[in-house]
């Protein structure tokens, strides 16, 4: 029997749901009486409020997912494979975003932790058990939820400083402040290199979130110690960017080879 696209509809229609709620609360952030991307806790690992930016390219690729559930193949990976995850990552993400805006920056982390939880489980599934076999894979299964592992990992540590850090508004960084930021960045740039190193073409979606998100920080930060840091890690960052689009290219190349040869070879009987 074909499939059809009513087959688990109510797991598809949750997951309708759900994405519109996570969506409708990272929107409700814009119209807060005070922005909260710039009348927020001030920290000494703040970014400057274009960084958030990426939550709009990780809306726009989750409802190319939302949409491709609907699809055999799609079916096969979001229904059938992360399953009630998504649910459970939006829900989780859209208590997070509604803590975080509230300013209730201790239960933010806690649910920040959640939240990446969450979608390192869908990550792991999709990596280990889902290996693209398409373009609409790529673009509405793979590529966001490893743009979206890498900037889960930014939101930790910017909510960790939030909840526990200095106040930039009224109070100088201190030296261990600055210890606690420099390794924070450290943690960041690392980070990127794992990912840039975790297969052979390595995983560029998530280092460019954390790469982004280290000049994002850059750009606001005017603490000379913090700032220089933060280009100079984030230009580290940048250089795991390229070596996985390297990585991407020389493996496109690769397969285009070996298409060749097989379509160049002799049909045998």
Excluded: C
Excluded at 103 to 122: C, D, E, G, M, R
């Amino acid at each position: 029997m074909a499939d059809s696209w009513r087959d688990d509809l109510f797991l598809k229609v949750v997951n309708v749901l759900v994405y519109l709620l996570f969506l409708g609360s990272n929107i409700s952030t814009i119209f807060v009486p005070t922005d909260i991307y710039t009348k927020g806790k001030e920290t000494y690992i703040t970014p400057s409020p274009w960084a958030f930016l990426i939550w709009s390219l990780i809306h726009l690729l989750l409802l190319g997912t939302i949409i491709y559930q609907f699809t055999p193949e799609g079916k096969k990976v979001i229904v059938d494979g992360i399953s009630w995850r998504f649910p459970l990552l939006g829900t989780l993400n859209a208590v997070y975003v509604n803590l975080w805006a509230s300013n209730h920056y201790v239960f933010a982390f806690i649910f920040a932790l959640f939240v990446s939880s969450a979608v390192t489980h869908i990550y792991y599934v999709v990596k280990k058990f889902h290996a693209p076999s398409n373009l609409n894979d790529e673009l509405f299964v793979h590529l966001p939820f490893s743009l979206y592992h890498g900037w889960t990992t930014v939101l930790i540590v910017l909510t960790a400083f939030e909840a526990f850090g200095t106040d930039a508004g009224k109070h100088s960084p201190g030296v261990w402040t600055k210890v606690f930021v420099f390794l924070a960045l450290f943690f960041f740039e690392a980070t990127a290199t794992a990912y840039a190193f975790s297969t052979p073409e390595g995983d560029l979606p998530a280092a460019i979130a954390i790469t982004w998100a280290l000049f994002a920080i850059f750009d606001r930060q005017r603490t000379p110690f913090i700032h220089w840091s933060a280009l100079a890690f984030a230009l580290l960052s940048l250089l795991w960017v390229f070596k996985g689009a390297a990585g991407l290219v020389s493996t496109w190349r690769r397969g285009s080879i070996v298409l060749e040869d097989e379509e160049r070879a002799p049909l045998t009987r």
